[in-house]
C-alpha cells in the first residue's frame, strides 16, 4: 500500500527556517520513476504547487512567491522527499502536502501545518 507521510510542519517566528519530510513507502523499486511535489493549502484558498523535484535527473522548479528562500531535494535509496524553507513568511502559513505522481498514478500524504507567526 503506497504511503505518504509528511512531518516537520511547526510554528515558527518569521525569518526563521523548517524543513519538511515526506517518507514515501510501498513504492517498492518505482520510486525513482515518480515526480515528487509539495503543496500548501492556507485557509480559504486553493491548493497550489510550492516545488517540484523529477525522479531521475532531479530537475527542479519553484512558485514564485518561494525560489530563492525554499529548496526541494530526494534521496531515492531512502525514498525520501525534503523541502528546506528559510526567509519564512507569515503568507508561507498553510498545510503542506507530500504529492507524488508519474503517468499513470497520483498520490497525497494527508499534510503537516506549518504556522508562520510571531
Known amino acids: 500500500q503506497v504511503k505518504l507521510a509528511e512531518s516537520g510542519g511547526a510554528l515558527v517566528q518569521p525569518g526563521g527556517s523548517l524543513r519538511l519530510s515526506c517518507a514515501a513507502s510501498?513504492?517498492?523499486?518505482?520510486?525513482?520513476?515518480?515526480?515528487m511535489n509539495w503543496y500548501r493549502q492556507a485557509p480559504g484558498k486553493e491548493r497550489e504547487l510550492v516545488a517540484g523535484?523529477?525522479?531521475?535527473?532531479?530537475?527542479?522548479e519553484y512558485a514564485d512567491s518561494v525560489k530563492g528562500r525554499f529548496t526541494i531535494s530526494r534521496d531515492n535509496a531512502k525514498k525520501m522527499v525534503y523541502l528546506q524553507m528559510n526567509s519564512l513568511k507569515p503568507e508561507d502559513t498553510a498545510v503542506y502536502y507530500c504529492?507524488?505522481?508519474?503517468?499513470?498514478?497520483?498520490?497525497w500524504g494527508q499534510g503537516t501545518q506549518v504556522t508562520v507567526s510571531s
Open positions: 504529492h507524488a505522481k508519474n503517468r499513470n498514478y497520483v498520490y
Open positions: 510501498g513504492f517498492g523499486l518505482t520510486f525513482s520513476l515518480y515526480a
Open positions: 523535484i523529477s525522479g531521475a535527473s532531479f530537475t527542479t
